[in-house]
Every structure is written in structure tokens, then in C-alpha cells.
């Protein structure tokens, strides 16, 4: 089966801190997601990588960046976070170029106070 | 404006009967269309799918309908169970997935 871990399911911060947001997959896929999800909003892409070393932006990537340096690792960084970015966090994977199946990790949920 | 939608926020059902989520799109370069499924505290499951070539696709208790000219996906649930109690994200895909905003399925013992 596929896994994909995030490494912090809950997170309380301030505003103004510096958040990083760390996910692992162990299938050797080579799309990784960032969503936030929040209600009535459904999951909103953030950034994706199809490769190391390779980010797109997604439909609401400001405030956010994201970093790849090793295919098995997704990191989403909150540069200065703020109240407005208090949600819950998915993470997920795909294999090849066909991106319909994901597979998500169980979520960060983050607090920003 | 979102290019997916589920119009009913939740759904109440008595075990045994049919469960039936709707969701609307509005891009016509959608080929390929999701169900996901959510429970508290973790992340989506992939349920079933339909590319649009088909207009129905089963899998055991669940079925997805698809009507391309109405721009209508619905997902049947029948029968029923309480496990079933979750969120449902409909998802549609022109290469990249755009989810609707999810429908709080619960069913009544």
C-alpha cells in the first residue's frame, strides 16, 4: 500500500512564524501535491512537483512556498504565517503523468494564533 | 468561481436506503471524474471513478453516473451503512484534479 506521512498532524503558531510542513511518500511517486482544505471550499491546490528540484504553483499559492530536494519528500513553507492560512493541510502523491488517483497523507492541521 | 460544485453541504439517510451525492461542473475539458472520501482527522480515499467516455461505472455498493450534457456526476450508495457516515469530494480532471467542496454524508442506524 501506498504511505504518505506528514510529519505533524496538529501544529498551533503565531503570527508572523515561520511553519514548515514536511511529507514523505514511500512509493517512489513522482507527483506530490500540497492542498488545504477547508469547508465548503473543498481541497485547494497549493504548489505540485512532477520531479525533484521542481515546483508549479497551484490555484492559491501566496504565502506559501515549497521545497523538493529528494523525490520521497514534500515540504509546504509558511514564510510568515498569518491567521487567514489556519487550516487543514493535505498532502498527497501520484505515479506518472496521469494525476487522477491521489493518495493523501492524513492531514497537519494548523493554528495560527 | 469554482468549476466544481456540490450544492448540498450534507445528507441525512436511514441505513438500508440509497444514498445519492450530486455534483455539477462547469469546464467541458474534463475527462476524467473522482469520488473521495473522508473521514475525521484523515486524508481522502480514492472511491471510484468514470471517464467520460463511460456514463456509469460500479463498484460493488457504490455507483457513478455521469451525464456529459447535463455536466452531472452523481455517486449511488445503496445499501446504505453507518460506515458510510464521511465526507464525499467529487473531483474532476483536465490533467490536474479540481475537487468540489465535499458533502457530509451521515447514515442513521
Known amino acids: 500500500d501506498v504511505k504518505v506521512t506528514q510529519s505533524s498532524r496538529y501544529l498551533v503558531k503565531r503570527t508572523g512564524e515561520k511553519v514548515f510542513l514536511e511529507c514523505v511518500q514511500d512509493?517512489?511517486?513522482?507527483?506530490m501535491f500540497w492542498y488545504r482544505q477547508d469547508p465548503g471550499l473543498g481541497l485547494r491546490l497549493i504548489y505540485f512537483s512532477y520531479d525533484v528540484k521542481m515546483k508549479e504553483k497551484g490555484d492559491i499559492p501566496e504565502g506559501y512556498s515549497v521545497s523538493r530536494e529528494k523525490k520521497e519528500r514534500f515540504s509546504l513553507i509558511l514564510e510568515s504565517a498569518s491567521t487567514n492560512q489556519t487550516s487543514m493541510y493535505l498532502c498527497a502523491s501520484s505515479a506518472g503523468t496521469y494525476t487522477g488517483e491521489l493518495f493523501f497523507g492524513e492531514g497537519s492541521r494548523l493554528t495560527v494564533l | 468561481d469554482q468549476q466544481v460544485k456540490q450544492n448540498s453541504p450534507s445528507l441525512s439517510v436511514q441505513e438500508g436506503r440509497i444514498s445519492i451525492l450530486n455534483c455539477d461542473y462547469t469546464?467541458?475539458?474534463?475527462?476524467?471524474f473522482l469520488w473521495y472520501k473522508k473521514y475525521p482527522a484523515e486524508g481522502p480515499t480514492f472511491l471510484i471513478s468514470?471517464?467520460?467516455?463511460?456514463d456509469k461505472n460500479e463498484d460493488g455498493r457504490f455507483t457513478v453516473f455521469l451525464n456529459k450534457s447535463a455536466k452531472h456526476l452523481s455517486l449511488h450508495i445503496v445499501p446504505s451503512q453507518p460506515g458510510d457516515s464521511a465526507v464525499y469530494f467529487c473531483a474532476a480532471s483536465a490533467g490536474m484534479l479540481t475537487f468540489g467542496g465535499g458533502t457530509r454524508l451521515m447514515v442513521k442506524p
Open positions: 469546464n467541458s475539458m474534463f475527462d476524467y
Open positions: 512509493m517512489d511517486h513522482e507527483n
Open positions: 468514470i471517464s467520460s467516455i463511460k
